[in-house]
């Protein structure tokens, strides 16, 4: 989808975009494709791609749960990448608090010049692996929604994200098509990890046949001291 198509498809749900929001999308699509010749952040390029594959389905789910969203929610983006879904969702919620974390530095380096860039407020990043976040006393148990993007399968996932979910907070897993049978071999890893899962949202990105599914879990319960395991353990053993 071209960028008036991104809008148009946007309003459809309700998403009204300013001119100042569609120069951030301009500006972050001009960045990513600029540092890609560095840093290999996607091998999405083609600006229709990058609008529907990177920018719309990043921001599923906050057109699929509004209501998760609303107030002054905090969320944790892990292994965001090149920033996402957390950024697109942030340049359609600016008063969410994002904080990203991601194990390498020079995709930590192109987010910070592009959140400059951006002009956003209320973005932190951090530079670590995602089990030594979940043990760090600041960010354990400390968000409202944490997000997953193409990361790990879902039990690993799972181990990786709801450390950081506050009680009664929310884990978004952005998966692709068929995540149903994924999520049954995550069941035992959910529930030993604090989490219940509360909604399965398959869908397909408007303009194309790329399937997608978003997973809400539900963090029912405070997670027990030994998860996550340290680093490298949860994608050798998953729960």
Known sequence: MNPEIFTKNLAQNGIELTEKQKQQFATYYEELIATNEKVNLTR?????????KHFYDSVTPLIEFKELFEGNKTLC???AGAGF???PIKILQPDLKVTIID?????????????EKLGLENVTLVHSRAEDAGKNPALREKFDLVTGRAVARMSVLSEYCLPLVKKDGYLI??????AQEELNDAKKAIKILGGEVQEVKE?????STDERTLIVIKKVAITPKKYPRQAGTPARKPL
């Open 77 to 79: 983006d892990v292994g």
């Open 103 to 115: 194990s390498l530095g020079k995709r930590l380096n192109f987010l910070k010049a592009l959140i």
């Open 85 to 87: 879904p957390s950024l």
């Open 173 to 178: 897993a952005l998966k692709g098509p068929k």
């Open 203 to 207: 869908l397909v990105l408007p303009n």
């Open 44 to 52: 999405i390029t083609d600006k229709e791609e990058v609008y529907s």
